[in-house]
């Protein structure tokens, strides 16, 4: 079985380029975001209009209702049953989307861990107060040397945590890693990143960002409030939204919010493309991505469609045929 992953940052192309794959691969799209999920949540999640989406199916969009909490371990669930029925069908399961944690929960596995265990975190951080956060790093080089190798011997949150669960499973942290399987390990995947020049990120970005106010993104926030959502929902605490309240509630005014919210969703993609970068197999398309493929503008979805069909060919019994 066979699937095409399309990530990187925010307002990279990513939509568009998902679909172009669907349409010429016979695919269909799952949504690899966090806050699509969300019924209700649309204008500043920049959610793919019917009119953009060539006829092509999504899935894992407007799945929950907005006041409830989504989460990858769910998520992972979801988009591998959403796959296995698109592959069923003879088509090409198109992951596309931004949200780190989903695609890793997705593709490698997650360990959920065993649950927050509040005192044993209050006796690490009196540890780390009174002996310096070292004496944790060195503890876990005791206990976990491959964990100590990754976290940053002065990275508390992330020690505190490793410790935590060795000291509660009786088992390190790297062992419970090797046994988590990826929900769709059977699949053979192709992933394309894509990456914009920090210039080019940023125009797009604040031309994304006019869009969204002058689609009415703060006349969705205040129909939602007013339909009984709780500005403490989740689905209010990603970008755009969280903005929005502020604005609502006079923080800001509204070309200040708009300047805010370019600036956070810069630093977003400035996060997503660390972590991203720090998957492995991911194949980079774009002149920022640093990677052994960089192309520019149209080219990126000539040289995307390519590699797919590279990619299928090598599998002529996936059942999945261009168009």
Request: hydrophobic share 45%; with cysteine.
């Amino acid at each position: 079985m066979f699937a095409v992953c399309v990530i990187g940052p925010t307002a990279t192309g990513k939509s568009a380029l998902g679909v172009a794959i669907a349409q010429r691969f016979n695919g269909e799209i799952v949504a690899c975001d966090s806050t699509a999920v969300y019924r209700g949540i649309d204008i500043g999640t920049d959610k793919v209009p019917e009119s953009e989406q060539a006829g092509v199916p999504h899935h894992l969009v407007d799945v929950v209702g907005p006041a409830e909490v989504y989460s990858a371990a769910r998520y992972a669930t979801d988009a591998a049953a959403a796959m296995r029925a698109i592959t069923s069908r003879g088509r090409l399961p198109v992951i596309v989307g931004g949200t780190g944690l989903y695609y890793r929960a997705l593709v490698r596995g997650l360990f959920p861990g065993p649950a927050r265990h509040d005192a044993l975190r209050a006796r690490l951080d009196h540890v780390a107060d009174t002996r310096g956060v070292e004496s944790l790093h060195r503890w876990l080089v005791r206990v976990d040397p491959t964990s100590a190798l990754r976290i940053q011997p002065r990275d508390q949150k992330r020690l505190v945590r490793a410790l935590e669960v060795y000291l509660v499973t009786g088992r390190p942290l790297t062992e419970h890693f090797e046994a988590t399987l990826s929900p769709i390990a059977d699949y053979a995947l192709l992933t394309i990143g894509l990456d914009q020049p920090r210039e080019v990120l940023r125009e797009r970005v604040a031309r994304r960002v006019d869009q969204q106010f002058a689609r009415g993104v703060v006349d969705e926030v205040r129909t939602l409030i007013a339909s009984g959502v709780a500005e403490s929902a989740h689905a209010f605490s990603g970008l755009v939204y969280r903005q929005v309240l502020e604005m609502l509630h006079g923080i800001r005014d509204e070309a200040a919010t708009r300047a805010l919210i370019v600036q956070e969703n810069m630093r977003y993609a400035r996060r997503q493309r660390v972590w991203f970068q720090k998957e492995p197999n991911v194949r980079w398309l774009g002149s920022a991505a640093g990677g052994t493929e960089v192309t520019e503008g149209a080219e990126v979805a000539e040289r995307a469609i390519e590699m797919v069909g590279q990619f299928l060919v090598q599998s002529p019994v996936s059942g999945v045929q261009s168009s």
